[in-house]
Nanobody
Framework: QVQLVESGGGLVQAGGSLRLSCAAS????????MGWFRQAPGKEREFVAG????????YYTDSGKGRFTISRDNAKNTVYLQMNNLNPEDTAVYYC???????????????WGQGTQVTVSS
């Protein structure tokens, strides 16, 4: 199985930026599509951004378009989420996940990290 570990979360002021990282174990990282999800208090977990296994395609929710950028470095077994112009509505636990194909559906992701907290102050 693939093990995923997120890092880079923390407290940031509104309008600020954070870069989240997700480090994967194993030698098959490059075969997986990767996604970022988030879960705010009292809310269901939701898709934020995804990227194909090669990194050639990426996709975002409407709330993230123009502010968030997902990328990956397969040589480092790492996927990133660059978040700019953050607002308090972005406050959530952010999760990294791996899928065998690109998807925005929770059920298609077989492997999940433990999550990292992002808090945006107003």
């Amino acid at each position: 199985q693939v093990q995923l570990v997120e890092s880079g979360g923390g407290l940031v002021q509104a309008g600020g930026s954070l870069r989240l990282s997700c480090a994967a174990s194993g030698r098959t990282f490059s075969s997986y599509a990767m996604g970022w999800f988030r879960q705010a208090p009292g809310k269901e977990r939701e898709f934020v951004a995804g990227i194909s296994s090669s990194g050639g395609s990426s996709y975002y929710t409407d709330s993230g378009k123009g502010r968030f950028t997902i990328s990956r470095d397969n040589a480092k077994n790492t996927v990133y989420l660059q978040m700019n112009n953050l607002n308090p509505e972005d406050t959530a636990v952010y999760y990294c996940a791996a899928s065998h194909s690109p998807s925005e559906r929770l059920s298609t992701y077989a492997y999940w990290g433990q999550g990292t907290q992002v808090t945006v102050s107003s």
